[in-house]
């Protein structure tokens, strides 16, 4: 045993974990990287014993990998050869819920689910919702400052986060469980730590601003015949009721044909149209606000914005719609290895990206299914590619084709899976070199030794 594995027994004993004692689901994470063991696993129970973990790991230039869900896409918690596994999984629960300031404070390692439970328990509502609420951690969410599903009404992880704990490289804590929409107290290292996907410090503990639940949430499946008109959509909806959009989610006419074809589902209209959206907005208790809804779909019917649209009449109307976007969890039983992207284009060049792409994927990978959809009105789209027999050499030729159209059009590589290991290649494609070195920078104040998450983001 080494020095340094005998360091960590000695301070910490049960809690590290050596050899055939480590589980397989800490040898990955959702990422599709070949499985690897770290030579070992440290499950803490407080902060003071990631403390302990980190200034050992640091005393002896020992690399570290940080894990809390395992959700990740991008490789972020993914151990490297000879790395150690630091997973917050049992650091988990709500540790107060703070009505007056609409707060909610927890530790890192509680799932999502289970804050955003705490929550609507308390009467208020937690803005940050992801697919794998059931697993990601709200740690990780704020790690990788997570998007999801609400953005455009309530924002990214940063905007719902108003305190920190974490960990630094040495194993001092630096603790800000600021409760305040205002805090101007000099500088918001805060900041720093959220989407920094644990190559800066671990974080520990969050304080999450909480909402007033909606109380009058309507549906709709709507069919558009361009971009355009959907931006056209979105626009005429926010001007008219300012505030009310919750979701506002495009899949193009490719991925309801593998929803509908492939998948199975039912076609959501009797005509094949370029663009589907859902939409869902809080109107309102009042049937008034359910009368609005629909008054405002059906004129911009007789615009010509909208060629057809179904409201939700009950809930299980409402699972159906949203069972077209969910399919993508489902590819995996469908399709055959899929190469999966989060990045953002800006709106006014969104067209330009889906006919690059209606191009380029027939003529350079004939045999590919691929499909985009995403949250699209915070510039946010997915792009899943899926092909037989898939090669090493075929992802980096895809990977070549998307990026390159994402940087050519001004757009970001990550829009909200964060940077890991698997896009730290392309980083350059949205960020300039000034901005990589002052990144580097930080990363050498704060982590002098390199030993946090080495090889992810930089």
């Known amino acids: 045993m080494s020095n340094v594995l005998e360091a960590l027994v000695a301070a910490l004993g049960p809690q590290v974990r050596l050899g055939a004692d480590i589980p397989g689901r800490n040898h990955t994470d959702a990422s599709g990287l ?52 630091l997973s917050l999984e049992r650091m988990t629960g709500i540790e107060e819920i703070d009505p007056a300031s609409a707060t909610l404070t927890a530790l890192a390692g509680t799932p999502l689910a289970i804050v955003q439970q705490a929550a609507e328990d308390a009467g208020f509502l937690c803005g940050i919702d992801l697919g794998a609420r059931g697993s990601c951690t709200i740690g990780g969410n704020i790690a990788t400052n997570a998007g999801g599903n609400q953005v455009l009404r309530y924002g ?49 503990r969050v304080v999450i601003g909480l909402h007033p639940k909606p109380q009058g949430v309507q549906t709709a499946l709507c069919a558009v015949s361009s971009f355009d008109d959907a931006l056209a959509v979105l626009r005429r909806f926010q001007q008219s009721y300012p505030g009310r959009l919750l979701v506002f989610e495009a899949m193009w006419r490719e991925f309801m044909t593998v929803a509908t074809q492939i998948c199975g589902l039912s076609p959501a209209f009797e005509e094949d149209h370029d663009l589907t959206l859902l939409i869902e907005a809080d109107m309102g208790e009042e049937s008034t606000g ?160 390199g030993i946090l998450n080495p090889g992810r983001v930089l």
Request: proline share 5%; charged share 20%; net charge neutral.
């Open 156 to 204: 990214m992880a940063r905007r719902n986060t108003l305190g920190l704990e974490a960990v630094l490289a040495d194993g001092t804590v630096v603790r800000s469980l600021n409760k305040m929409l205002k805090n101007n107290a000099g500088y918001d290292w805060t900041q720093l730590f959220i989407g920094s996907e644990g190559t800066l410090g671990v974080i520990t």
């Open 290 to 449: 359910s009368e609005a809804f629909s008054t405002l779909l059906s004129d911009f019917y007789e615009q010509g914005l909208i060629k057809d649209a179904v409201v939700a009449q009950s809930r299980a109307d409402r699972n159906r719609f949203w069972a077209y976007r969910e399919t993508p969890y489902e590819y995996g039983r469908f399709l055959p290895e899929e190469i999966r992207f989060d990045v953002s284009v800006p709106l006014d060049r969104m067209t330009e990206a889906v006919e690059y792409l209606r191009q380029e994927m027939p003529r350079q990978y004939p045999d590919s299914v691929w499909v985009v959809f995403g949250h699209v009105a915070d510039s946010n789209i997915h792009i899943n590619v899926a092909i037989k027999d898939m090669t090493s050499d075929t992802k980096k030729g895809v990977q070549n084709l998307v990026y390159g159209m994402v940087s050519r059009l001004g757009g970001s590589i990550s829009a909200e899976h964060g940077i890991g290991r698997i896009k730290r290649p392309y980083l350059n494609r949205s960020r300039t070199e000034p901005e990589l070195a002052l990144m580097a920078k930080m990363k050498q104040t704060l982590d002098p030794k």
């Open 34 to 85: 070949q499985p690897v063991a770290p030579q070992a696993l440290i499950l803490p129970q407080s902060t003071e014993d990631v403390a302990t973990a980190l200034r050992i790991c640091h005393e002896h230039g020992q690399s570290v990998v940080t894990q809390g869900g395992l959700t990740g896409l991008a490789g972020g918690a993914h151990p490297q050869s000879g790395e150690v596994a």
